[in-house]
């Protein structure tokens, strides 16, 4: 078995269960809006392409274009205040980042939350962790599954692409780690299923973090 020498991961759904604050606060705009609410549940195929996508999303197909930076606006707020309520790690994912960097394993995160909550949920949830970089949307890069981030992220890694392993739990990533140049490991813990992985070409599709360890 190929066995590699840096790791990227995506945020939400692969290192953070983030759903139930990412769907509270949604929903709280739709309320707002007086618009019907989603179950927490289906925000699991909403997520994933930046908050703006996500409000085009959940929202009625006749919301004038023009009305979405408003919701942008909310949506921000309220997350803002609540993305740290119910958000932790999946399980194994702090042992993992611990075993990585006993063998000098460096590891990023590249996401396409804002930056300012990716950094936020990231620093609150792994304090000891020293990523080398993490990437958000608003960073300069443009959003997944384009590479430049995580083919910048291999530079500051000083690490070929192909020696990199890109883990995440969404076509998005998957189509990210390709389009680098990057093995993927596809997590089915996270928001979406077995068969959008594969039929992303995940290189790997794994059910715990303990089988992500033993990649390197």
């Given at each position: 078995?190929?066995?590699?020498?840096?790791?990227?991961?995506?945020?939400?759904?692969?290192l953070m269960d983030t759903?139930?604050?990412?769907?509270?606060?949604?929903?709280?705009?739709?309320?707002?809006?007086?618009?019907?609410?989603?179950?927490?549940?289906?925000?699991?195929?909403?997520?994933?392409?930046?908050?703006?996508?996500?409000?085009?999303?959940?929202?009625?197909?006749?919301?004038?274009?023009?009305?979405?930076?408003?919701?942008?606006?909310?949506?921000?707020?309220?997350?803002?205040?609540?993305?740290?309520?119910?958000?932790?790690?999946?399980?194994?994912?702090?042992?993992?980042?611990?075993?990585?960097?006993?063998?000098?394993?460096?590891?990023?995160?590249?996401?396409?939350?804002?930056?300012?909550?990716?950094?936020?949920?990231?620093?609150s949830a792994f304090p000891?962790?020293?990523?080398?970089?993490?990437?958000?949307?608003?960073?300069?890069?443009?959003?997944?599954?384009?590479?430049?981030?995580?083919?910048?992220?291999?530079?500051?890694?000083?690490?070929?692409?192909?020696?990199?392993?890109?883990?995440?739990?969404?076509?998005?990533?998957?189509?990210?780690?390709?389009?680098?140049?990057?093995?993927?490991?596809?997590?089915?813990?996270?928001?979406?299923?077995?068969?959008?992985?594969?039929?992303?070409?995940?290189?790997?599709?794994?059910?715990?973090?303990?089988?992500?360890?033993?990649?390197?």
């Amino acid at each position: 078995m190929k066995k590699y020498r840096g790791a990227i991961f995506d945020l939400d759904g692969t290192l953070m269960d983030t759903l139930a604050d990412i769907g509270g606060s949604a929903n709280m705009v739709l309320e707002e809006y007086g618009c019907p609410t989603h179950a927490i549940s289906a925000y699991r195929q909403f997520v994933g392409r930046g908050f703006m996508d996500l409000m085009h999303r959940i929202f009625p197909q006749n919301t004038p274009e023009e009305k979405f930076p408003q919701l942008l606006d909310r949506m921000l707020f309220y997350y803002g205040e609540h993305c740290l309520d119910h958000s932790v790690p999946y399980q194994g994912i702090p042992e993992l980042l611990a075993a990585l960097a006993q063998r000098n394993v460096p590891v990023a995160v590249n996401s396409n939350k804002r930056h300012l909550y990716t950094e936020k949920l990231v620093r609150s949830a792994f304090p000891a962790v020293s990523f080398v970089e993490i990437i958000g949307e608003g960073c300069g890069f443009p959003r997944k599954p384009q590479p430049d981030a995580a083919q910048h992220i291999a530079q500051t890694m000083g690490l070929p692409p192909c020696e990199i392993l890109y883990i995440g739990d969404s076509s998005t990533d998957m189509d990210t780690g390709r389009n680098a140049g990057m093995d993927t490991a596809g997590c089915l813990w996270g928001f979406r299923t077995r068969e959008e992985l594969a039929a992303h070409d995940a290189v790997y599709l794994v059910n715990t973090a303990e089988e992500i360890l033993k990649l390197f």
